[in-house]
């Protein structure tokens, strides 16, 4: 299991090996953020997260918003339906396929419950009288992460 690895920023950048990650505390490079209490890695806490002391400009792939995904919309909608709160586990296309909508976009898609997608269809949210409780956006990485 890796280590992630946060910039003084807290924006995530990669993970690393556990060893790598403790030779970053021992050269004062990094600091533990996050350790697992329970187990020890020479004298440190096993790291989990750890922070860059001073900020490191981003390279260009982690300043981009993730790719899209079905399961990074529920995660970066909290699997909570985006229409009425509840539990969700679906993925509504706000401006439906069958209406120009863009199928791979943050922009354009949100965490649904099975009730409200079903409900919605092909409409649109006027048309189904349906109203967006989040603002669908491109999630950052840290978004992602947990
Ligand atoms: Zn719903």
């Not at 556990?18 to 953020?33: Q, S």
């Not at 354009?108 to 649109?124: E, P």
Request: proline content about 7%; some cysteine.
């Amino acid at each position: 299991m890796g280590v992630l690895v946060l910039n003084a920023s807290m924006e995530p950048l990669h993970t690393v090996s556990v060893p790598h990650a403790v030779r970053m505390l021992v050269r004062r490079v990094a600091e533990i953020h996050e350790a697992d209490t329970g187990a020890k890695f020479g004298h440190y806490p096993l790291p989990r997260v750890v922070r860059l002391v001073r900020y490191v400009v981003m390279k260009w792939r982690y300043s981009r918003p993730p790719r899209w995904s079905r399961r990074g919309v529920l995660q970066r909608d909290h699997h909570r339906c985006a229409y009425c709160g509840r539990p969700a586990d679906t993925v509504d296309h706000v401006l439906p396929l069958s209406r120009g909508g863009a199928r791979t976009s943050w922009l354009n898609t949100v965490a649904c419950c099975a009730r409200c997608n079903a409900a919605k269809g092909s409409r649109l949210l006027d048309e189904a009288g349906l109203r967006l409780l989040v603002t669908p956006h491109a999630p950052s990485w840290f978004e992602l992460q947990a």
